[in-house]
């Protein structure tokens, strides 16, 4: 993707509750050693684009620490490369909500980079999307907008408050708006859009001046008569992690081998930081079925459908099932742990028993201890 | 400003002829080791960990896959704007082109390197062992001796004793006497290939002992026994902790089970000593509902369906179902087809064990070296 920058910004985490209490809901673990953001920026590099712009939002402390200079994604260049852009407070836009004002506030960056196109993506979809035929339909159709959709098949509403696009038969857009379930098929906008910088900016100028939208996807509708608005079909899998139980789902499916290795291989590489752990040590007790695990950990217990990040510690005994230990999460002797997501760092004693349900998972907060009663 | 200024120089070029297939395509401490590391990783995690700033690897023999490996450092933290990591392979002169003919004759070559770093001390280690050393209680020891030279030293069993240099030592862990591999020993304190000097000392012995046509440029044979001779202070300082220099498949494979043992006093999980290596972005491994795993070291990328028993698989490694693994180290990409059995053995990297196949029988106490062009037994 040449001539083109790359932009990450996330959404809301309101659905996520104790999860996304100190991080953005791009910065979840995911998939035993990654965070969401590790694969769109992967997805990004690995297509050959060069200047990265992270937005992150409120919670910057996670971001900061995990993207670093951008080293383990190539991104630490002398030109061009990672920018992390955190809020703009204490100027003239903070009363101003949305991310028009954010790009407003690195209208420089925009203005100094080469590159004529931007490629947006909200690392909340996560799917191995080739992005060469989306910007090759964007370059040769001469459009100042692609915007990329999946044709959602959706009988039980499970999708309701997605963002929904309405197309012409030419595969225009002619209007955007939320999904609310009335119909049993719709076309999902996927969190990917690819935009002439020019159009982007006048875009930006024009809801600054007028005041008329606080989001780009509301100022891009209010704009779209002006514009050339085409759509990208995607028909591969995609997760649309908008809820705990969308992120419990979305790491479970990466028991499914196929799903697995598209997202693990089929785009390149997936780079993350790395956390120097050894390999992981399987005892003389431990009995693992149907799981994924990272490295360094020590598993002596009983591990069942689940995903184990790097360095967490199944003492003997212990029966974990359906759930998602992240990283250096501990479960003591005996313990049993099922349907349940356990943040960084926590600890299950030994002989507790905790369970959620197979509709929604039980939380354990980062840090927190459950000692038996 | 740093006082005490050590320079590390790395001996990374030797070809470890005994350990056959493994080294048919990388030098020895280039050689994969323990799940995911290199042998070299030790050395270099311990220069890290033990916080030397600059370090010189030597390099020979097939140097691609050990550059590729180590880069500019970056794994070990040592991509520095000043000093860090600098490999040096032997290079032509004026006065022609020349191999690195000992290890003194390494770094005589290299003079210039040290020279422009002018430190306090050289510290000089071998990239061929598995050990955790902090260097600075090395350091700590030759400072207080006010010693030209310190060796590392450790107790050997007495039947290998023949096969080190063998130090005999005064009260005060003076060294009286060096014998480079004797062959009736006085005692089984083995020198382990780590020295400590004093920078003007050794300069000032690297270029006699290259004057000198006889030498085999070698600190053992002829630096070491130089300088005792001259009556230099050189002190022996006891290392006790776990220290292998795999120098056979054979203890190869046996230095990878002791990973597993869980009395083994390696221990790898230590976050306060990590061991780094260069990361190859693999994701997590998967075991499979058919999957039993049982006292072994798995790391990323593995795909096992099979049975994995007392084994250490590297990256990416495929175990079909109903494949069983017992006592074996299986390098990066092998595949183990289905119904294939595998014991006691060493698989190189990219190997593929046909369906069915089967490689020794549980306790025959033979070791196995495969290759994708046959295998041999020790």
């Known amino acids: ?81 990672l920018f992390i852009f955190p809020p703009a407070n204490g100027n003239e836009l903070a009363p101003r909500l949305g991310d028009i004002a954010e790009f ?51 009988p039980w509403g499970e999708y309701i408050n997605c963002d929904k696009i309405y197309l012409n ?94 997202l693990f291989f089929d785009r390149g590489t997936v780079f993350t930081k790395s956390k120097d752990e050894p390999s992981t040590l399987y005892t003389d007790t431990s009995v693992v079925k149907n799981s994924l695990v990272a490295n360094g950990c020590i598993i002596e217990g009983n591990v069942e459908n689940s995903i184990i990040f790097r360095g967490v510690n199944v003492a003997k005994g212990a029966i974990i099932k359906n759930s998602i230990l992240m990283q250096k999460s501990e479960v003591k002797d005996n313990a049993i742990v099922v349907n349940t997501i356990m943040d960084k760092y926590s600890i299950i004693g030994a002989n507790v028993r905790i369970a959620g349900s197979s509709v929604m998972p039980y939380v354990v907060e980062k840090n927190q201890e459950i000692k038996e009663g | 400003m740093i006082e005490n200024k050590v320079v590390a120089m790395l001996l990374a070029g030797g070809q470890g002829s005994r350990l056959k297939a493994l080294t048919r395509k990388v030098a020895k401490p280039a050689v994969s080791f323990g799940g995911k590391y290199r042998i070299i990783d030790f050395a270099l995690s311990n220069a890290t960990n033990s916080g030397i700033n600059d370090i ?49 004759n390494a770094i ?18 071998s990239g061929d062992h598995i050990y955790k050393m902090d260097y600075r209680k090395l350091l700590k020891a030759h400072q207080e001796k006010g010693a030209d030279v310190t060796l590392a030293v450790m107790e050997v069993p007495w039947e290998e004793a023949s096969r080190f240099g063998i130090v005999n030592v005064d009260k005060d862990n003076k060294i009286v006497e060096f014998d480079e591999k004797p062959k009736k020993p006085k005692n089984n304190m083995a020198s382990m290939g780590i ?41 022996a300082w006891s290392f006790d902790g776990y220290w292998k220099d795999v120098g056979t498949v054979r203890s190869y494979w046996e230095a990878n089970m002791d990973l597993l043992d869980p009395n083994n006093t390696l221990n790898i999980y230590d976050a306060g000593w990590r061991i780094f290596t260069r990361s190859k972005n693999l994701p997590p491994h998967y075991l499979g509902r058919s999957s039993v795993v049982k006292n072994s070291l798995i790391n990323e990328g593995c795909l096992v369906m099979g049975e994995v028993t007392n084994s250490i698989l590297f990256s990416e490694v495929e175990i079909e179902k109903g494949a069983k693994v017992n006592n074996s180290v299986i390098l990066s990409n092998c595949i183990i087809k289905a119904g294939a059995e595998v014991n006691n053995a060493v698989l190189v990297e990219g190997v593929t064990i046909k369906e069915g196949e089967k490689i020794g029988e549980q306790g025959d106490g033979n070791i196995y070296l495969i290759t994708d062009k046959g295998f041999t037994v020790e």
């Open chain 1, 104 to 154: 407003y506030s690195t209208m420089q960056f925009f203005e100094e980079s080469r590159e004529e196109n931007v490629l947006l993506i909200n690392p909340s979809y996560l799917g191995t999307v080739n992005l060469d035929e989306a910007y090759k339909h964007f370059n040769s159709t001469d459009a100042d907008i692609t915007i990329l959709y999946k044709k959602q098949v959706d």
């Open chain 2, 195 to 235: 020295y400590i000097f004093s920078w003007k000392e050794l300069r000032k012995y690297l270029v006699m002992d290259n004057k000198n046509k006889e030498s085999e440029n070698d600190f053992g044979k002829n630096v070491l026994p130089l300088m005792l001779s001259e009556g230099k202070k050189m002190y």
């Open chain 1, 1 to 81: 993707m040449e001539n083109c920058l790359g932009i990450i910004i996330g959404n809301g985490d309101k659905n996520f509750g104790a999860l996304c209490k100190n991080r953005p809901v791009f910065m979840l673990p995911f998939g035993g050693r990654y965070r969401l953001i590790d694969f769109t920026l992967s997805n990004m590099v690995n297509h050959g684009i060069k200047t990265v712009a992270v937005y992150t939002g409120d919670k910057v402390r996670s971001t900061m620490d995990h993207l670093g200079n951008g080293r383990p994604w190539d991104l630490n260049r002398r030109f061009n490369g």
């Open chain 1, 169 to 262: 038969n030419d595969g225009s857009v002619s209007a955007a708006g939320l999904n609310l379930a009335t119909e049993k098929e719709f076309n999902m906008y996927i969190g990917m859009l690819i935009i002439k910088k020019k159009a982007f900016l006048d875009i930006i100028k024009s809801s600054m001046e007028k005041g008329d939208a606080n989001y780009l996807k509301h100022a891009i509708m209010i704009n779209k008569d002006k514009y050339n608005i085409n759509s990208f079909e995607f028909k591969g899998h995609i997760e649309n992690i908008r809820h705990t139980k969308a992120f419990y789902d979305a790491n479970m499916n990466l028991l499914n081998r196929k799903i697995a290795h598209e």
């Open chain 2, 108 to 125: 005589f070559e290299n003079i210039d390197y040290l020279d422009e770093l002018n430190p306090n001390y050289v510290l000089i280690l």
């Open chain 2, 56 to 104: 010189g690897i030597l390099t020979q023999y097939k140097p691609y896959l050990l550059n590729t490996h180590i880069g500019i450092g970056t794994a070990w933290d040592f991509d520095r704007n000043n000093g860090g990591l600098r490999v040096l392979p032997p290079f032509t002169s004026e006065d022609g082109g020349r191999w690195y003919t000992g290890t003194a």
